[in-house]
Each structure stands twice: as C-alpha cells, then as structure tokens.
C-alpha cells in the first residue's frame, strides 16, 4: 500500500486502470491529429510495398516435400511431441503378429536357456516381411561394445574411452547401413564384471536384433587402423563364430594364449545362443566358477593361476569339445589382422602410412586423389584397395593386414594395456602404451578426417592441418 502512494501520487477516489495512458486536457486534441497521420503513413506503405515488391521467394523449409506419413494440405499441423502416437501407429503396435516377444517366460538373463530359437527368429523375420536369405539379413551386423558403468580410475583413462568410442563410430558410420553400434554401460549381469561381461551383452544383443545375423564384440581398447576394410562375411558362410586364433595353438597345445577373445563375431542362431550359455557357466554367476578355474590350470597349457578367465574358458570348450564347439563351426582367423597385438603394429604405422601416399601419388592413380563427399567413402575405399592390391607398385601384404607386408591392419588391440584401470601389465611401460594408443587413432583418424579436409599435424599431435588441393601429390 505504502509503494502505491508513492508511486501513483494519485487521491483517494477510484484507482486508474493499469495500461492507460493519460494525457492533460489541452494535449488531447494533438494527439488524435497524429494518431491519425501516423495510420495514413501505414496505409500509404503498406499499398506502394504491395506494388513495387517482386514476387516473394517461397520459403526454404516448408517447400521441402514432407514424407509420407504427415499431411501436406494447408490445413495439417507439424505434430506435437504429445500427437507424435497417431492412432493408425497405436493399431499396427496393438494388431502386428505375435512373436517370441510376447512370451511371457522369455528372459534375458543368462540364468534360463532359450530353446527354438532359429524357429522363432525365422518367424519374427517374417513377420516384418524380411527374407532370412536375402543380403539385407545376411550382411546385417550390430556391433558391441562397452565399458564399466563408473568412472576409470586411471588418469585420463575416460578420455581414452571416449576416443575408442569415436573411432567405433566413425568405423561404423564409414560403412552404411549394415553395422549398428551397442554401446554398453550396463552389468546384464552383475556377478560378471570386467572380462565376463561381454557375454551376456552380447546375448542381450542376439535377441533385441533378431533381423541381425551377426553380432560382432569389439573390446573397448581396440582399434580400427584401416577404415576401408569390410568384414569378408561371404568368407564365413559356413562357420557360426568367427575369432583371432591358432588351431595349433587350441586343439594340439591346449595353450590358454591360443586365441585372443577380445574380438569375436558370433553368428545370430540357436548353436550361437548355445556356445554363449556353455561359455556363461564358467564364469562367476555359476556355482561351478571355482571349480572351473582349477581345472584350467590343469588342463591348459602355461596357465599361470587358478582364475577362470573367458579366454582361458573358450580355449578349454574348443579343445575339449571340438566336435561341438569347434571344426567348422569356428574359425580361427589369421589370414588378417581380425585383431592385431598393438606391440608388433603401432611402431610400423608410418611406413604403412607411407605406402599407401605413395600408391596415390602415382599418376594412373590420381582419381584417388578426388576430393569427394563422407557418402562415397566405399566408393573410394574399394578402388583404393584395387591400387594397393596391384602386383605392381601396390602394397605388399594381406588385405585386412598381417604380420608380413606393409597393408593396413584392420583392428589394432592394446591388450595388456589398461587404459582404464591405470595400470598397465608389467612388460608394457604406461609411456609406450600411452604413445601406441595415441599414434593409432591418430592414424585412424586421419582417414576418416581427409573427407573433411584436414588430417594431423604429426603422429602423436592433436593438433590438424588442412590438406592441400591434390593431395597426396601436392604436400
């Protein structure tokens, strides 16, 4: 009350509407005279704006064709977030066939085995109008990949996971529709951390993607240095899981490092689902976990403890069972680098870098040189593998990389090296890791960084430089 009295000053008597303007008695009159010219003025440009301006151009965004499944007429509305549910979308979900999902004693978990599976995949895939035999199915990948749900603890260790992350994507988005990444963060199980977890994740996967035929793990410290190569899936028409590995090595020596289980593809089937339980139940959410690690050391050739290790676990089922796990339903990869050990990679990535310069800088190669768009990077990277792959004056070495020649390898992996954790293992130096890490996704990225016009300033620089026209040619 008191603020009204000071700022009004008005007497007592009936208070004045507020947004009034009030004038004095004598300034009246001078004010509809200019209200009134004011109006005039508007009019007069409102009619000469009419005439003299040309026809005014159509807006950007609304002459873009909207799709099919909104309106086009005048009348129709942009939906709203609360509209987004349209009747005929809430009818398919409530009218579309009955599958797997609809189970109610289907599980996730590892603990309950899943049975029919082929069966019931085949049916949801026909259910969505999708061909089991068709290259849309066949070629289908989802990638996996994670890490701990809590911080690192080692410094700088998010960092590195967040630029592993990137290196996924990149890989991914370079490769069209056929590989989705799954990232994970989550224990599906709590009792299988670290080196376990990677199991149920990829169960999960297996059945969240039934119109996947592969799921693909690709441990979280490993690296893609060759962003052109495409996993050879025709290669693997007859095998159901598919790792980096010595069948000498597993089957003869029963060696617990014959086989590196940080990458692996697993085909999308009931035996796949079966392999994933066999492995499950030697880890530590079974009662058997104690036992089972005991009689690694036993059995396993150099085995150093009495821990169950997933490595250690899937040499044991091979070698012990290989009419049923093994024979031509795995594959041991080794005619590329499926994954490399970083420590026999990272120091001859220079020369590898080198050599593919030079195979673009030869004149009958100069359309490599072509700046071009993100989309066309396939394009690019099957005539690039064409050049590099010439008897003469190409690349000496596998396609996909190995340990002769100089080709790029397709998954450098820094195991032992625990960017995470902090603490490397003892025959590696925190430095020496560190700089592997660094100058491969510095290598990695410049290929993916070139169709953006740039790449790094130097091997272990973050820094970048912009590419001059014709390059590698031009320097």
Not at 263 to 268: A, C, K, T
Not at 303 to 309: A, G, M, Q, T, V
Not at 409 to 414: G, M
Request: charge should be positive; aromatic fraction near 10%; glycine fraction near 8%.
């Amino acid at each position: 009350m008191a603020s009204e009295a000071k700022g009004g000053g008005a007497a007592a008597g009936a208070p004045k509407p507020h947004g009034h303007l009030v004038l004095p008695p004598g300034r009246t009159r001078e004010a509809l005279a200019f209200a009134a010219g004011a109006v005039a003025s508007a009019l007069l440009l409102l009619c000469s704006a009419s005439v003299l301006s040309p026809t005014p151009v159509p807006n950007i965004v609304t002459s873009i064709p909207l799709s099919s499944s909104h309106s086009t007429s005048p009348s129709s509305s942009i939906p709203t977030s609360s509209s987004t549910t349209t009747p005929s979308a809430a009818a398919a979900i409530s009218n579309a066939p009955r599958t797997f999902y609809d189970d109610p004693t289907l599980t996730y978990t590892i603990h309950t085995r899943i049975s029919n599976w082929d069966t019931k995949r085949l049916t949801w895939l026909h259910s969505r109008g999708l061909d089991p035999s068709s290259p849309t199915v066949l070629n289908r990948v989802v990638m996996v990949s994670g890490s701990q749900p809590e911080p690192c603890k080692g410094a700088g260790g998010d960092h590195l996971l967040l630029r592993f992350l990137k290196n996924k994507l990149d890989y991914c988005r370079l490769h069209g529709d056929n590989i989705k990444l799954l990232y994970n963060t989550a224990h599906h199980e709590p009792s299988m951390v670290a080196y376990w977890a990677k199991i149920p994740a990829v169960r999960s996967a297996m059945l969240a993607h039934p119109d996947a035929e592969w799921v693909w793990w690709v441990d979280a410290d490993a690296v893609f240095t060759d962003m052109d190569f495409a996993l050879p899936l025709d290669k693997y028409a007859g095998h159901g899981f598919v790792i980096y590995g010595w069948d000498s090595e597993v089957y003869e020596e029963k060696s617990w490092v014959g086989l590196n289980a940080g990458v692996f593809l697993i085909r999308n089937c009931q035996w796949g689902l079966d392999l994933l339980d066999a492995w499950a139940r030697m880890g530590p959410a079974f009662p058997e976990y104690q036992r089972w690690g005991k009689t690694m050391r036993e059995e396993l050739e150099g085995k150093p403890n009495e821990e169950s290790d997933d490595q250690s676990a899937l040499v044991y089922l091979l070698s012990k069972h290989p009419d049923k796990w093994g024979g031509n339903r795995t594959l041991l990869e080794t005619g590329y680098y499926f994954q490399g050990y970083w420590a026999e990679i990272v120091g001859r990535l220079d020369g590898v870098a080198e050599r593919y310069s030079a195979v673009e800088r030869a004149r009958r190669n100069r359309a490599l040189r072509r700046r071009h768009a993100e989309r066309d990077h396939l394009l690019y990277a099957a005539a690039r593998d064409a050049a590099a792959g010439a008897k003469k004056g190409g690349v000496p070495g596998p396609k996909g990389g190995g340990q002769k020649g100089w080709t790029r390898p397709f998954v450098t992996h820094f195991t032992g090296c625990q960017p995470c954790g902090g603490a490397p293992d003892r025959k590696y130096t925190r430095r020496r890791c560190e700089e592997g890490v660094r100058r491969a996704l510095a290598f990695a990225d410049d290929q993916v960084l070139r169709a953006y016009g740039f790449r790094h300033a130097a091997p272990l620089s973050d820094s970048v430089v912009p590419l001059p026209f014709d390059y590698p040619a031009a320097r």
